[in-house]
């Protein structure tokens, strides 16, 4: 079946920017439409609760920023129960096989401190950009744990990789907030309504005339403007041919911007034995490099049964080519190190781990973008960029910079888009509520 014709605005991806462009479109007077590739709503935010008896999200499941979070009200409209994360996580931190006392717990957290102090005054200088590497404290006992944490870790990228200055200005403060439904359901219920028609990838995209028009497997749909919402990943690959080609200074902002990958590998309890661990316990180790291979650990999350692994940077593009009985190989061993191999037999479920699989799903290609070093003006770029007479605009999480990387940050451009789209085609302003 052919999809319709003639919005005023297509969007390409139904993920938080796209639903959110979606709903300012329509809050605007304009007509739109939602294209997207997958069968679902909500790209890498997506809760699935089938193969684990009880919501676990794949992709992002923290309301990070919680107080300067636009889902958070819309989130607590629908009544949805969001826990503070940071309240009720306990930290449990290894040495080995045995646990870091408070003094050695003390020592981490100061040498957390050290990190974001270096940075700080490594960013002060300003440019030139340089590699996070070239800014971190080295030679502590700790350092190694707390620059793996916030390279491959948080940032889903290795030191090297990352620029300093577009690390810097992003800002991941507390209050984070854990919906209990799951973030990618969130996203579903937000998305409940809109004109979306999703199993429908977007192949190409001629701009050149006055209408823009999208090309899919099942026709042609001509819109009077569009916003991409593609990672940058996707755009990088070149799975949307361009028509012109967009102009050298985007692409060099989207290449400047790749995907770093974060993975989680989901086990369930076979039994009644939780590690002595409490509900919401995080468990991390100690890594004798930043690029050593190791992976962090979230436990029993609202009491469920659910033992979730996470690794990122390069580690986790390793294990994404080996395949995923590789990942539950690689987070079983882990989990061993901190309480033996039998025990970790007997408590875990087998065969039964959830292994993400951003890193090869072609429609996202990785979990969320870094800059490079240097191109920590990238973000600005795609997010101003306004092609076709300001109709054809993008919008992301790559888009924005003091929440890059966040569904926050992907909702905010993906409303951002649709207003500077809104303005080009002369739409009245939004009515005062
Ligand atoms: C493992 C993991 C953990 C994360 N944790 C958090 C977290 O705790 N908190 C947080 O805020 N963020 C987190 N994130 C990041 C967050 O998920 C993303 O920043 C955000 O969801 C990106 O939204 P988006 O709309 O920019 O892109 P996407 O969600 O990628 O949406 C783009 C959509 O475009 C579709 N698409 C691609 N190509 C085409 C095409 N050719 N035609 C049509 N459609 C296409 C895709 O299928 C996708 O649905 C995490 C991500 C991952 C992977």
Redesign the pocket.
């Given at each position: 079946m052919a999809p319709p014709s003639g919005p005023d605005v297509a969007i390409?991806?139904?993920?938080?920017?796209?639903i959110a462009a979606a709903r300012a479109c329509l809050a605007r007077g304009l007509s739109c439409l939602v294209?997207?590739?997958?069968d679902r709503?909500?790209?890498?935010?997506f809760t699935e609760s089938a193969r684990l008896g009880a919501p676990f999200?794949?992709?992002?499941?923290?309301?990070?920023q919680a107080d300067d979070n636009p889902l958070v009200p819309l989130a607590r409209a629908m009544g949805l129960r969001l826990v503070d994360s940071d309240a009720v996580r306990v930290r449990h931190v290894f040495i080995g096989a045995r646990r870091a006392t408070p003094e050695e717990i003390e020592a981490l957290d100061a040498a957390r401190a050290r990190f974001d102090a270096a940075v700080a005054a490594r960013a002060a200088l300003g440019p030139p950009d340089v590699p996070l590497a070239e800014a971190v404290p080295r030679g502590g006992f700790w350092d190694a744990t707390v620059a793996h944490r916030q390279g491959p870790v948080i940032s889903a990228a290795q030191l090297e990789e990352i620029s300093l200055l577009d690390y810097v200005a992003t800002d991941l403060a507390p209050p984070n907030l854990l919906p209990e439904a799951g973030?990618g359901a969130l996203l579903r219920r937000l998305a409940e309504g809109l004109p979306i028609r999703t199993g429908?990838?977007?192949?190409r995209i001629r701009w050149g005339g006055t209408a823009i028009a999208l090309e899919t497997p099942h026709g042609t749909l001509a819109a009077r403007a569009c916003i991409v919402?593609?990672?940058t990943g996707?755009l990088a690959a070149g799975?949307?041919a361009f028509d012109p080609p967009l102009p050298g200074a985007l692409r060099d902002a989207v290449a400047g911007m790749p995907l770093g990958l974060?993975?989680?590998v989901a086990f369930r309890a076979a039994g009644e034995d939780r590690l002595d661990l409490p509900p919401f316990a995080s468990l991390w180790r100690h890594v004798a490099s930043p690029d050593e291979a190791a992976m962090t650990f979230h436990a029993w999350p609202f009491g469920r049964d659910h033992l979730i692994g996470f690794v990122g940077g390069r580690a986790a593009w390793d294990l994404a080519r080996a395949g995923a009985a590789a990942a539950e190989a690689f987070a079983r061993d882990e989990l061993a190190r901190l309480f033996g191999a039998a025990r970790i037999a007997r408590a875990l479920r087998t065969p039964a781990a959830v292994v993400?699989d951003?890193g090869t799903n072609p429609?996202?290609r990785g979990?969320?973008s870094h800059a490079l070093p240097g191109h920590a003006g990238a973000r600005a770029v795609l997010a101003e960029a306004a092609l076709a007479g300001g109709r054809l605009r993008f919008?992301?999480?790559?888009c924005h910079v003091r929440l890059a990387?966040?569904?926050?940050?992907?909702w905010e451009?993906?409303q951002a888009a649709a207003q500077a789209v809104a303005a080009a085609l002369g739409a009245p302003p939004e009515p005062a509520r």
């Open positions: 390409v991806g139904a993920g938080a920017a796209g294209l997207e590739a997958m709503v909500g790209g890498r935010a999200d794949h992709g992002a499941s923290w309301l990070h973030l429908l990838p977007v192949g919402t593609v990672s996707v799975a949307i974060l993975t989680k993400t951003w429609w996202t979990a969320y919008a992301g999480e790559a990387g966040t569904v926050a940050g992907a451009s993906g």
